[in-house]
């Protein structure tokens, strides 16, 4: 199964909405207006995972200066715990780091005990709790990282 990661393009779109709609319940996931002014934004950037063709992943993050958010990670449900989202995750990242950004943030629901183990993993840490962050009084964990610099590949000695 080969994936291949790449920059979002606006064709891309329809298939990115569809994903979130069917990554998260109704009043989490992305209204069309939501997610295109996130995907429009001058400092976002989108990683797109794909396999044979077909979209099934993706991280949308933003930046602002040394500082760095995940505004949301989807991976469709058939291709999870594949790898798939450490491979977008590292690419957004990358990305990040190159931007110049030295810490990333997110939040996750409290109850997602799946995304708190996969963020945990990644080295994401628990930095407070945004109380009835969700729809339904659902409260989210503030998490968040320091990344390393992107350091050029050394050049030829000469």
Avoid at 24 to 36: D, H, M, N, V
Avoid at 40 to 49: E, I, R, S, W
Avoid at 67 to 89: E, K, P, Q, S, W
Avoid at 93 to 112: F, P, S
Wanted: proline residues 4%; glycine residues 8%.
């Amino acid at each position: 199964m080969k994936i291949t990661l790449r920059e979002y393009s606006p064709a891309d779109f329809e298939a990115l909405y569809q994903i979130d709609q069917a990554c998260y319940e109704p009043g989490i996931a992305y209204s069309r207006r939501t997610l295109s002014e996130y995907l429009d934004l001058p400092a976002t950037d989108c990683v797109v995972a794909e396999i044979a063709g077909k979209i099934i992943g993706f991280c949308i993050t933003a930046r602002e200066g040394a500082a760095g958010y995940i505004v949301t990670m989807d991976v469709l449900a058939a291709h999870r715990r594949l790898g798939i989202g450490t491979r977008i995750l590292a690419d957004a990242e990358r990305r990040l780091a190159t931007a110049g950004v030295r810490r990333v943030a997110l939040e996750t629901a409290t109850d997602n005990v799946s995304a708190i183990a996969f963020w945990k993993k990644h080295r994401y840490r628990v930095r407070g709790i945004k109380k009835n962050y969700y729809p339904g009084g659902r409260d989210a964990f503030a998490m968040a990282k320091t990344i390393a610099r992107e350091t050029p590949a050394p050049g030829p000695r000469g």
